[in-house]
């Protein structure tokens, strides 16, 4: 079946290093693959997609590409920010529309 | 626009009552999904509905869950008899469409703690 796999937190960097979260996912199909964040005490928020290979996702400094070749949609940010600790779940959709297959999550801590 | 509303944010039941979480979607959100996320770990599809109607309910333990949308008011996910492994976070979320096509947007969850 369908799953995602993410990198295990928590990952700690400091301010201003350079961030790789990685997700591999498993999928028949063309699924759709994203990135959400949550804050602390807060629900999740989307935070990037990708619908088809090789599109790359964007927002707020954060990147992902989805390669199909390698099944993989890495999250990336040149420059991480304290604001930026929260805990980011990569999630794909299957053919059905409406399941979304979650991660586990990564909790990311930065260190000013 | 307001967004997902949940509540109450924080709930806390003895062994045995009954737990009943309300979420009221986006306006214009005719999809609503209902998740349980367990300390430390990552989020568990509970069940999907649109209104009236429930589309999937697989990620539901069978005995003591339930979920309705109705035709008027919020999503109700009620557990009965509660145990302390039902402690919990319950997001829920909603959308116009499938996931798919729009993203879910997220409501603050109910802390549900059973003592």
């Known amino acids: 079946g369908n799953s995602v796999t993410q990198m295990e937190g928590p990952v700690t960097l400091s301010e201003e290093a350079f961030l790789t979260i990685n997700c591999t996912y498993t999928?028949?199909?063309?699924?759709?693959l994203f990135w959400y964040v949550q804050y602390p005490g807060e629900g999740l928020q989307l935070l990037l997609k990708?619908?088809?290979a090789d599109d790359k996702g964007s927002n707020k400094g954060f990147e992902a590409t989805y390669r199909k070749e390698t099944t993989s949609f890495h999250l990336e940010k040149g420059s991480v920010q304290v604001s930026d600790s929260a805990v980011y779940f990569c999630?794909?959709?299957?053919?059905?529309?409406?399941?979304?297959?979650w991660g586990a999550g990564t909790k990311l801590i930065i260190k000013p | 626009n307001a967004g997902v509303m949940q509540n109450p944010r924080h709930l806390v039941r003895r062994r045995g009552q009954e737990a009943r979480l309300r979420c009221s979607p986006m306006?214009?959100?005719?999809?609503v999904y209902w998740y349980r996320q367990l300390p430390e770990e990552g989020l568990k599809f509970m069940v999907y509905?649109?209104?009236?109607?429930?589309?999937?309910e697989s990620g539901m333990p069978k005995e003591r869950f339930s979920a309705e949308f109705p035709k008027e008011g919020p999503s109700i996910l009620r557990i009965q008899q509660v145990v302390r492994g039902d402690s919990a976070a319950y997001f829920c979320?909603?959308?116009?469409?499938?996931?798919?096509?729009?993203?879910?947007?997220f409501g603050n969850g109910t802390r549900l703690t059973v003592t």
């Open positions: 979320a909603s959308s116009p469409r499938g996931p798919r096509d729009s993203p879910l947007h």
């Open positions: 306006k214009g959100h005719s999809h």
């Open positions: 509905l649109q209104k009236e109607n429930i589309i999937d």
């Open positions: 999928a028949t199909g063309y699924p759709s």
């Open positions: 990708a619908t088809k």
């Open positions: 999630a794909l959709s299957d053919d059905s529309n409406y399941q979304l297959i």
